[in-house]
């Protein structure tokens, strides 16, 4: 996971012997791999059924299915992800698989959290101009939109597809890496390693920046919005739409956020780990990037939830309960005037 990680490539697992509680907390990592993988493909796929085939297509279900597919998109490599990990960082899938398989990982993973911000600035328009929503929230604009996070997404995942290759280890261990390489810009070693450490340290920098914080300030603002409206307008309760947004940005937090903290101490203490990785920092790696990436398998589930009633709409029928959830309140996508015979106050309250 050096690509996910920055982290050197000669630190995934090894044969040194360790401590039984970090044993356990590896195995538990693999165990998370696998589950996320079974829950994501099965869930996002779902989603992608119900979004794209079975709802009228709205500015909400465009949102919803691009995430699904992101993650969905995501999960699918994680075989490929584990596989590497439980062969101690081995890549036996060649040099094309290497370059695809990471690129698609950094593309959903980036395409995520942009999506995830662009669903907090759409319902934030929704409720700070919810006249001009109810006139322009088109989803011909939203299909022209939705473009954007991927546009940038792609950008971010230039080194992958640029520098991503295969290479041995250097230590004769016969294992074949799949990592950046800087080789062609200078063959000395002491200057390969220091534009090695340079490059990957700005790669690390940017991917917490653009890739997490910036993101989420957008969320944080959005909500810090929504709530100051919804206070002077004296509205307590948020539509539904609003809910589920609010369930997905928690658990992309909750998941993601350790998983980012590791990831920035590895890329500010990059120079000393170059030469190798302490057992405690890369058990830190490896759990919470197991968590960080059971997120994608989380959104389906948070969806079912969301619904009222959910035991009893999860027996009748699953594909309705996502249904429901993913819903626009009112058909903001359609350019049809709310209905003249409602008061202001319901037309605040529903445009929430």
């Known amino acids: 996971m050096e690509m996910n990680s920055s982290l050197p490539t000669n630190v995934s697992g090894g044969m040194r012997a360790v401590p039984a509680g970090y044993l356990v907390l590896d195995i538990v990592s693999y165990l998370v791999f696998a589950l996320t993988f079974v829950l994501g493909i099965l869930g996002n796929g779902l989603v992608i059924w119900v979004t794209g085939f079975r709802m009228t297509h709205t500015v909400t279900t465009l949102s919803y299915l691009n995430l699904a597919l992101a993650d969905f998109s995501f999960t699918s490599t994680l075989p490929f992800l584990l596989v590497s990990k439980v062969m101690g960082g081995h890549w036996p899938f060649g040099w094309f698989l290497c370059k695809f398989i990471n690129t698609i990982v950094d593309i959903n993973l980036f395409g995520s959290v942009?999506?995830?911000?662009?669903?907090?600035?759409?319902?934030?328009t929704c409720v700070l101009y919810p006249v001009w929503a109810q006139n322009h929230r088109t989803i011909s604009l939203a299909k022209r939109v939705i473009i954007v996070p991927w546009i940038f997404a792609v950008l971010l995942t230039l080194p992958v597809i640029i520098r991503l290759t295969t290479i041995?280890?250097?230590r004769g261990t016969g294992k074949i890496m799949c990592t950046f390489d800087f080789s062609?810009?200078?063959k000395d070693p002491v200057e390969k390693r220091e534009v090695a450490f340079r490059m990957l340290m700005v790669r690390g920098i940017i991917r917490f920046i653009i890739g997490f914080s910036t993101p989420m300030s957008i969320v944080a603002v959005c909500y810090g919005l929504i709530a100051t409206k919804m206070y002077r307008q004296g509205l307590i309760k948020s539509s539904r739409p609003l809910r589920v947004l609010s369930f997905v940005v928690a658990?992309?937090?909750l998941c993601w956020f350790p998983y980012q903290v590791v990831a920035l101490i590895v890329t500010i203490r990059r120079r000393e780990l170059l030469s190798g990785i302490s057992q405690h920092l890369r058990i830190a790696v490896n759990v919470t990037s197991a968590l960080a990436f059971f997120n994608s398998c989380l959104n389906p589930m948070l969806y079912v939830f969301?619904?009222?009633d959910f035991r009893e709409r999860l027996i009748q029928s699953l594909p309705a309960s996502l249904e429901r959830a993913l819903s626009e309140d009112l058909p903001l996508s359609t350019n049809t005037a709310t209905d003249s015979t409602s008061s202001p106050a319901e037309a605040k309250t529903q445009a929430l």
């Open 114 to 124: 942009f999506l995830i911000a662009l669903i907090a600035l759409d319902r934030c």
């Open 168 to 170: 041995a280890d250097g």
């Open 184 to 186: 062609p810009w200078t």
């Open 251 to 253: 658990a992309f937090f």
């Open 306 to 308: 969301m619904g009222r």
